[in-house]
């Protein structure tokens, strides 16, 4: 470990100062939205912008690192969100937040994909699993402590944008600086979402529904807090508890679907979200918010990753790269449709309009697990689960690296021979 720690600081640093940035504006652009003003809906569509803009960044952003290079597509992905960053503290409107947040969610993919490429090319095989698992560690924790840093004074209101582009664009400098060569990449195949609901429906539909409901409670939980008179401070640290409960839970939740029919695991997940929710909508004291939503998030956060292994326990080797491409479609998809919809739940049903519309997503996976378990038995033979990002950063990088690992170790055999 102590190796991989100092082969790839720059590019870990690099990457914590992304998943920073990234937390804290989301999370900064809900709070400011709504001292100015923004009404739940107008907040719900400006951030559902980001998740729109992902879906296209999945598609074009491969393509574009493939046409000009990894450098060049960094930096020049790098200095577009770094200057959307500065444009929303320019500006105070709706539409150019929006517009500015559909470009983050247009260039973060191909940011992901680099990163995750530069680190596997720079990683020999024997601790490139190690490298694997700081990276997602960054992954987790980069969002929490971001959105921690909502709480920071900011007398002006011009601090936290400012930082937010500070941390952007020095992200750029690690990679610029490295010494190694780039490495070749080809975008990859894409397995269309009817294939892919052919191999595994409870991917595919658990996927939309679990990150629906992740959308819903990230964005609609400070401008909740808020109503129930927290502080912007007091906010930004309920998000960030229910970040980190997410975050505990993902590795045991792996270890445990590594041993047992996944879908039983992303079951109970589902059911104790019920749980939460229906908390959350009995007891509405502000002193439940905090632990009512890190149960939730607890619920909801560690379903991805359990889901795609579920899909990869299916796939032959060649289909797992482009079927990863697929599912974080499947996955941003997911959080538009929360996104748009979550926040315009808080006012309904007395107040309990959030909480109501958890517990009917949680239910509806719990409803589609228990028919494909009865309908198909589980796999025989299951691949590891890994542990996935928190904004939208379940990313096919991932993939990719592993994809090229082989490769490189076919190779290695090929000219042994």
Not at 86 to 102: E, K, V
Request: glycine residues 10%; neutral net charge.
């Amino acid at each position: 470990m102590k190796r991989a720690l100092l082969e790839n600081w720059a590019l870990f640093a690099a990457m914590m100062m992304l998943m920073v940035a990234n937390g804290l504006l989301a999370t900064l652009l809900t709070i400011r939205g709504a001292g100015l003003g923004f009404s739940d809906l107008t907040i719900s569509l400006m951030q559902g912008a980001y998740p729109l803009g992902a879906l296209i960044g999945t598609i074009v952003a491969p393509r574009l690192i493939e046409k000009v290079g990894h450098i060049r597509a960094f930096s020049a992905l790098a200095s577009l969100v770094s200057i959307a960053a500065i444009i929303h503290l320019l500006t105070g409107d709706p539409f150019s937040w929006s517009a500015m947040r559909f470009l983050g969610g247009f260039c973060y993919p191909g940011l992901y994909v680099i990163s995750e490429s530069w680190l596997n090319a720079k990683s020999d095989n024997k601790i490139r699993g190690q490298v694997l698992s700081v990276y997602l560690v960054i992954q987790l924790a980069g969002p929490a402590v971001g959105t921690a840093m909502v709480g920071l004074p900011d007398p002006s209101g011009n601090l936290l944008f400012a930082l937010v582009s500070i941390l952007i664009s020095l992200s750029i400098v690690p990679l610029l600086l490295s010494n190694i060569r780039a490495p070749e990449y080809e975008a990859p195949e894409r397995m269309p979402v009817p294939k892919l609901m052919k191999v595994s429906p409870m991917a595919v539909i658990g996927i939309v529904l679990m990150s629906f409901a992740v959308a819903a409670w990230y964005i609609s939980l400070p401008l909740y807090a808020l109503r129930q008179g927290f502080t912007n401070a007091q906010a930004g640290g309920a998000l960030v508890v229910a970040l980190i409960a997410g975050a505990v839970l993902q590795y045991p939740m792996g270890w445990l679907s590594d041993r047992m029919d996944r879908r039983l695991v992303v079951i109970g997940l589902a059911l104790a979200g019920i749980v939460g929710a229906v908390w959350l909508a009995v007891d509405m004291r502000p002193s439940v918010v905090t632990w009512g939503f890190a149960l939730v998030a607890a619920a909801t956060l560690p379903a991805y990753g359990i889901l795609v292994a579920h899909a990869n326990d299916q796939l032959r080797s060649a289909q797992i790269v482009p079927a990863s491409g697929t599912m974080v479609f499947l996955l941003n998809l997911g959080l538009l449709g929360g996104t748009l919809i979550g926040p315009n739940m808080i006012s309904l049903l007395d107040g309990r309009g959030l909480q109501v519309l958890l517990a009917v997503t949680c239910g509806a996976v719990v409803v589609w697990g228990v028919t494909r378990r009865i309908q198909e038995d589980a796999p025989e033979d299951t691949v590891d689960m890994q542990a996935m990002g928190v904004i939208g950063a379940a990313h096919g990088g991932v993939m990719q690296a592993e994809a090229w690992a082989e490769a490189a170790e076919e190779a290695e055999e090929q000219a042994a021979d």
